[in-house]
């Protein structure tokens, strides 16, 4: 059974840094591009990033490119999500979910990690 | 950047009812284009891609269509499960965009 469980949100200043954690089980890690998704409470869903299986090829959504920095462990079956100089607008549920297709097209989500920038 | 407009953004129907979503991309996206549906505090899951293909263990009364632009996400027989938020994605372009949402709701 494919399992993806996020850690490591929390309550933070703005302008301080928090990084997530995905570990991934029931499938061949390395083998796939995964990626971090976001929702603000209440509001839609926003693609944060995403990294292929090598790690050869990452992107990242305007709003967080500078500031967010994503990478893997294949040996660890792990997914990161470094972030730094938070703003209030970051206060959103993270999301780590597998592109099963090859195409941006995410079959397996987490369960979130709530993440909240608060002085 | 691609956007994508779903409407409407929220619709009352009672079980049984036949419900269609529209998403309109702001450029053609060549069926590049999933549906998901969230339920509160869960994760979205993912219903349909490539416009009208069923994600496996899908029921068949969802079913999609559409070209282009624009698209549709249509639920035959609405049941008490299906009250959720669904989303579409467009995945023509590197980090694929979202729909706002369409919240369903029980009438």
């Known amino acids: 059974e494919v399992q993806l469980v996020e850690s490591g949100g929390g309550l933070v200043k703005p302008g301080g840094s928090l990084r997530l954690s995905c570990a991934a089980s029931?499938?061949?890690?390395?083998?796939?591009?995964m990626n971090w998704v976001r929702q603000a409470p209440g509001k839609g869903l926003e693609w944060v990033s995403s990294?292929?299986?090598?790690?050869?090829?990452?992107y990242y959504a305007d709003s967080v490119k500078g500031r967010f920095t994503i990478s893997r462990d294949n040996a660890k079956n792990s997914l990161y999500l470094q972030m730094n100089s938070l703003r209030a607008e970051d206060t959103a549920v993270y999301y780590c979910?597998?592109?099963?297709?090859?195409?941006?097209?995410?079959?397996?989500w987490g369960q979130g990690t709530l993440v909240t920038v608060s002085s | 950047d691609i956007q994508m407009t779903q409407s409407p953004s929220s619709l009352s129907a009672s079980v049984g009812d036949r419900v269609t979503i529209t998403c309109r991309a702001s450029?053609?996206?060549?069926?590049?284009l999933a549906w998901y549906q969230q339920k509160p505090g869960k994760a979205p899951k993912l219903l349909l891609y490539?416009?009208?293909r069923l994600e496996s263990g899908v029921p068949s009364r969802f079913s999609g269509s559409g070209s282009g632009t624009d698209y549709t996400l249509t639920i035959s027989s609405l049941q008490p499960e299906d009250f959720a938020t669904y989303y579409c994605?467009?995945?023509?372009?590197?980090?694929?965009?979202f729909g706002q949402g369409t919240k369903v709701e029980i009438k």
């Open positions: 994605q467009q995945y023509y372009s590197t980090l694929g965009t």
């Open positions: 979910a597998r592109d099963g297709y090859g195409d941006y097209l995410l079959d397996y």
């Open positions: 490539a416009a009208s």
């Open positions: 450029q053609g996206i060549s069926n590049s």
């Open positions: 029931g499938f061949t890690f390395s083998s796939y591009s």
């Open positions: 990294i292929s299986s090598s790690s050869s090829y990452i």
